[in-house]
């Protein structure tokens, strides 16, 4: 409940102590000898006369799979996996539109008409999973000052660093940003006439890559002790995140418009510095000095930063009669703040191939005191039953917005030794991120579907008068920031049941029914605004179109237009198998079933249930939201050895086909994983761990209508069969 728990919150448990020194190596690969992994451990630990210390370094590099290694994500084109044409019509070989309307491809031999297959394969030069190396440091310590009060440093530094790889960059001189005409007397126009339309993916630069380096560091101290009857503790803490990215290989627009302007305006390198550039030819047409003369790279850096300091007291009061009421209260300050800073040519949109987009700077103060109690109300003579109510409240004050207090209630009723009951209420809210607040201007070439592309559409919905060009997909989108943005709410409602049947020793069942209804929901949507302006000709100051009807820019910034409405049901099991003659033996297992998923951006539309549906993330959509997601472990541990064998299941998927005309079904996806471990005397302890994930090699399911690898990223893998060994070894 209260800031930042639309959807609940996750607690995070760590260990408090440890001691003596651990070493750890991890290799692994995947079966087609790609994703090479290696991470490197140290941990250690040790008790002091009037405290405790522990340290831990590590080391992780993990190596590339590239979208060609893998059948499904190999092509662009996956009609043959019963999917669709998604290749780009940026091609190597120019591809014009003459003013006659007449598209042409350029060949060898001059120029002939396109045709459907003149398309470019994108996907032969990205990487599907990114190489990276993570190194971190974290320590921390505790003294006792007293028997009653103890102070807690903790210490951590993390440096990250990953370079993908991207294919080379595409030009549409009517699409970009400023138009790229190529001028009737540029030296390489051979037509004569102005070219307004012409395509080129300029495969005489090296593919994009784009390298992310970040690096974060923590620091918090924390002082706890008694007074009394109550528990008290003092806490602050600082943290502060630094990014870099530079995007390499991309073009200057400003100097490729220059260099396809007219002849007088780019005459040579050696009279005015201007290089004119063959975009208009076939592949290799472009030379090393043109492709030099546009060539560019662009850096962003930025940074975010956390203090927070906070008071807490907690107090258990021995005045009921079914038990000891507790109390807890407390008060936490903080200060945000964010800054992102592009460079001169990124913050100019003076490129493509990159993201262009103006400085980001932000922060705010944020007050918070929240009240919570555990009420016992009733316990029966054995105590073996008893009902308890919990109740909180948290006010937040922001200064860059309002206020806001978030209550939240929860009934407990142990009806039995074997049976428990419980419900919970909650109400949330998202405060606006820094960046949803005040994020520049940001231009990009987003993954949207145009209505006006399908012949059924034109002539029928009001804001599609003609046929736009089918052949693309990606299209200019600004977004940016809104000061006047509104907190995300929600209010969440749960209920469910904890079973521990004495017939059966060992086995725990649990479910949990819950609903979220989630309002003033955060989006830059430019596909709404898209969509919006086909049906109804809404936003028509948002939606630039050319003459030929062709979508030349969309215009979203952020706004509150969401609901969400979302409900079903957690399942968990466990159960330890009594007899331990031959080891012990655990059956652990969880689902989710979404019920409903329901949605909606227009505030005037019926709400969309997008439970069991796909939609990628690059196209503004949710990612995948299958009904059902399972998994059912089986552990064994005897002596020296341990096992477990894990099955993941994700349920089907519905998805509409990027061509609109017709849905498709995603498969389920079944995933079984291995692992065995074996403890040898040597010094401390050496453990030796061999495992195989994806022992069948099931290969992820195709996602249509994904924009990258053609499979849902977020809920399939990509790396197919993997194995890979660890070596643990005690001190």
């Not at 102590?17 to 992994?37: I, K, M, R, S, W």
């Not at 207090?405 to 407990?412: E, H, I, S, V």
């Amino acid at each position: 409940y209260g800031s930042d728990a639309i959807a609940g919150v996750v607690n995070v448990i760590m260990k408090r102590d440890f001691h003596g020194v651990l070493a750890e190596v991890f290799y692994g690969e995947t079966q087609e000898g790609d994703l090479d992994t290696q991470a490197w451990t140290m941990h250690y630990g040790t008790g002091l006369p009037d405290g405790s210390f522990f340290f831990t370094a590590s080391h992780y590099e993990q190596d590339a799979i590239l979208a060609r290694d893998r059948q499904v994500s190999r092509s662009a084109d996956t009609r043959t996996l019963g999917g669709t044409d998604q290749r780009s019509s940026a091609t190597p070989d120019a591809r014009i539109v003459l003013p006659d309307g007449e598209t042409v491809i350029a060949d060898g031999a001059g120029y002939r008409a396109a045709d459907d297959d003149d398309l470019f394969d994108y996907q032969a030069f990205t990487t599907a999973v990114v190489p990276m190396t993570r190194s971190s440091l974290y320590a921390n310590a505790s003294y006792d000052f007293s028997e009653q009060i103890t102070g807690y440093l903790d210490l951590s530094y993390l440096v990250t660093d990953s370079e993908a790889t991207l294919a080379p960059t595409p030009i549409f001189t009517a699409f970009e940003a400023e138009p790229l005409p190529v001028a009737a007397d540029q030296v390489y126009n051979p037509f004569g006439e102005t070219l307004e339309d012409v395509r080129r993916r300029l495969l005489e630069l090296p593919p994009r890559t784009q390298r992310n380096e970040s690096e974060v560091t923590r620091f918090s101290a924390v002082t706890e002790g008694l007074f009394s009857d109550w528990h008290w503790d003092i806490g602050f803490t600082w943290s502060r995140s630094e990014a870099e990215e530079t995007t390499a290989n991309i073009v200057n627009a400003d100097r490729l418009r220059r260099a396809l302007g007219p002849a007088a305006g780019c005459r040579g390198p050696a009279v005015d510095g201007c290089v004119p550039v063959n975009l208009t030819g076939p592949r290799g047409s472009i030379s090393a000095e043109q492709a030099d003369y546009i060539g560019a790279r662009g850096e962003v850096s930025g940074y975010s930063q956390l203090s927070a300091g906070s008071v807490n007291l907690t107090r258990g009061i021995d005045v009921l009669p079914a038990g000891r009421l507790d109390l807890a209260m407390g008060l936490e300050v903080r200060h945000e703040s964010t800054s992102k800073r592009p460079s001169q040519l990124l913050a100019g949109t003076g490129t493509i191939g990159a993201t262009n987009f103006e400085a980001t700077r932000g922060d705010r103060n944020v007050t918070e005191v929240y009240v919570e109690g555990l009420i016992p109300v009733w316990k029966s003579g054995s105590g073996l039953s008893r009902f308890d109510v919990e109740a909180a409240v948290r006010f937040s004050d922001y200064n860059d917005f309002n206020d806001s207090t978030n209550p939240k209630l929860a009934l407990r009723w142990q009806v039995g030794p074997n049976l428990l009951l419980r419900a919970n209420y909650a109400e949330g809210f998202r405060a606006p991120s820094l960046n949803e607040l005040h994020a520049g201007v940001t231009e990009s070439q987003d993954f949207l579907e145009d209505p006006c592309t399908r012949p059924e559409n034109v002539g029928v919905l009001p804001g599609c008068a003609q046929l736009a060009d089918p052949t693309r997909n990606q299209f200019l989108t600004l977004k940016g920031g809104n000061t006047a943005l509104r907190p995300e709410t929600s209010d969440s409602y749960s209920a469910g049941l904890v079973w521990t049947p004495g017939a059966v020793a060992g086995l725990a069942l649990s479910l949990d029914y819950f609903l979220i209804e989630q309002r003033n929901v955060i989006s830059s949507s430019a596909q709404f605004v898209l969509s919006q302006n086909a049906r109804d000709g809404s936003f028509a100051n948002r939606v630039e179109r050319d003459e030929a009807g062709n979508l030349t820019l969309v215009e979203a910034t952020n706004i509150n237009v969401g609901e969400r409405r979302v409900s079903g049901a957690d399942v968990a099991l466990t159960y330890h198998y009594p007899d331990r003659r031959r080891g012990q033996f655990s059956l652990v297992g969880s689902a989710t079933y979404i019920d409903d998923y329901e949605t909606r951006v227009d505030p005037d539309a019926p709400l969309v249930d997008l439970a069991g549906t796909f939609r990628d993330e690059a196209s503004e959509g949710l990612g995948g939201i299958p009904e059902w997601k399972v998994q059912l472990g089986l552990r064994w541990q005897r002596e020296r050895w341990r096992g477990n064998y894990q099955i993941h299941y994700i349920g089907t998927m519905d998805e509409q086909v990027p061509d609109g005309s017709r849905t498709r079904r995603i498969d389920a996806w079944m995933v079984h994983d291995l692992q065995l471990s074996y403890k040898l005397d040597v010094l401390a302890g050496l453990r030796l761990t061999l495992g195989l994930d994806n022992v069948f090699d099931r290969d992820a399911p195709l996602a249509a209508s994904a924009f990258n690898d053609n499979i849902d990223g977020r809920t399939h893998e990509l790396k197919g069969r993997y194995w890979y060994t660890k070596l643990s070894q005690r001190f």
